[in-house]
Nanobody, 127 residues
Framework: QVQLVESGGGLVQAGGSLRLSCAAS????????MGWFRQAPGKEREFVAA???????????YYADSVKGRFTFSRDNAKSTLYLQMNGLKPEDTAVYYC?????????????????WGQGTQVTVSS
């Protein structure tokens, strides 16, 4: 079981930055691939970024093309916390952002592969 709580959303002007946090609890957090998704009004939930440990010292992050170069995913297993640093925000980034824990296997990019979700945090970017 993994419990996830997001924070850090808010209102920001285009070009600004926000850092989202996701506090996790549960014994399996450190071993799971984790992801960030977002959902805008009237749209389907979409992949933003994911992270996984390849070995105990090697990790890898995956990003949607729309956020590559602007967003950075990081995680602190000692604090059981994920972060999504978002720079160069655009109005089209406006959405509710969710962190999620992926099942032991599956696609990084599909919401169906994730079985635990936070409640979401609203990000609004004004033009």
């Amino acid at each position: 079981q993994v419990q996830l709580v997001e924070s850090g959303g808010g209102l920001v002007q285009a070009g600004g930055s926000l850092r989202l946090s996701c506090a996790a609890s549960g014994r399996t957090f450190s071993s799971r691939a984790m992801g960030w998704f977002r959902q805008a009004p009237g749209k389907e939930r979409e992949f933003v970024a994911a992270h996984n440990w390849i070995t105990s010292v090697t990790d890898y992050a995956y990003y949607a093309d729309s956020v590559k170069g602007r967003f950075t995913f990081s995680r602190d297993n000692a604090k059981s916390t994920l972060y999504l640093q978002m720079n160069g925000l655009k109005p089209e980034d406006t959405a509710v952002y969710y962190c999620a824990a992926r099942r032991p296997s599956g696609s990084y990019y599909s919401a169906e592969a994730y079985d635990f979700w936070g409640q979401g945090t609203q990000v609004t970017v004004s033009s």
